[in-house]
Each structure stands twice: as C-alpha cells, then as structure tokens.
C-alpha cells in the first residue's frame, strides 16, 4: 500500500503561511541542507496531489524554470521533477488542467485518495496545499508528516494544524537539524 506524506515547511509559532497569504513564506530558512532534504523526501514519491491554489502557483512558475538560464541546477532538476511526476488536482471550481500527466478530481476525495493508495507505485505527497492538507487530516487519511520548522516566530497566517476534532497519535522515526537552525521532523501516523 503506497503511502500519503504531507511534507511543509513551518515556522517555530507553527504556521505555514505569514500574515500576507499562501506566498508569505520568505522566512522558511531554505539552504543547501534543506534543499538536500527536500530532494530525499520528493526522492520517494512519484505522485503529487494539489488543492487549486496551489496547483495554479506552481503551474504558472516551475514550467519557466526548466530553460530558464537563471535558475539554479536545483530549481531545473526540480522543476523537471515537477514536470514528469503525477499531479492530481482537487478542485470543485476549475474545469480543466493542462499541465503535463495532471488530472482534476472534482468530487469524492476520500474516495479518491484510498484509491490512489491501493495501486501500485511510490509515496504519494502533498506538497504544500495546506488548506487540501487541513481537510485530508480531519479525514485521517495523511500517513506520514514530513515537516521542516524554521527557526522564526512569524506571529500570525495560517496554521499548520486546524480543525482536528480527533486526536490523532504519530510516532517520531526521524529527525534532522540543518545547519540554518532548522529541523526536519518526520512523524508516522499511528493506527
């Protein structure tokens, strides 16, 4: 059974989001030691699921780093990543995707997602989408938290949990600190 892992970048206040929105995330404390972590991480999934904002953001950046001469050997290796993995959009509003191998799931999420779970294939990863995230963990759904904190207090924006009515047990199986002070937190859900 193929795993799902939300993997987020948060602030030591916990929130995932600054007080100006889904791009207030200039404070995560991304380095060369993060971007090897975040490398390992993507390393093991072959299928990224999106809610709509977040789908749209990536799509209207990564493609242009592909041959983009500023971009770093990261940033391209990434982006080329991005471009030939799985993407699974869940939106109610948009009609289409047009990204390369991307499908849109307008309904039955839960459905969907025990679905995706039962084939064959890698780790399945949430990759950002918080609020798609939030929804998936009420659900109990999420697998494994993948979770680098930075050292900020960002005071407010959007929090990295919300609206669990459950408790929910996990179980630590890896931890790492970057030299920028940041930690990499890596917890499995307990069942």
Known sequence: ???????LHASLDGFVEGPNG??????????????????????????????????QMMHSYWPTMISNPEASEHERNHAAW????????????????????SKLVKEN????IKNLKNQEGNDIIILGSPRLAHYLMQ???????????SPVLVG?????FQGIKEKLNLKLIENKTFESGAIGLMYQTVR
């Open 1 to 7: 059974m193929r795993k799902l892992v939300l993997f």
């Open 22 to 55: 889904p791009m207030d995330m200039g404070w995560i404390s991304y380095d060369a030691d993060l971007e090897k972590h975040a490398h390992h991480i993507l390393s093991t999934a072959d299928t990224i699921i999106w809610g709509r904002g977040t789908y």
């Open 82 to 101: 991005i471009e030939n993995v799985t993407k699974i959009v869940f939106s109610t509003t948009l009609d289409h995707v047009e990204w390369k191998n």
């Open 109 to 112: 999420v839960e459905e969907t």
């Open 139 to 149: 659900l109990n759904l999420i697998d494994e938290f993948k979770i680098s904190v």
């Open 156 to 160: 407010s924006g959007l929090p990295l």
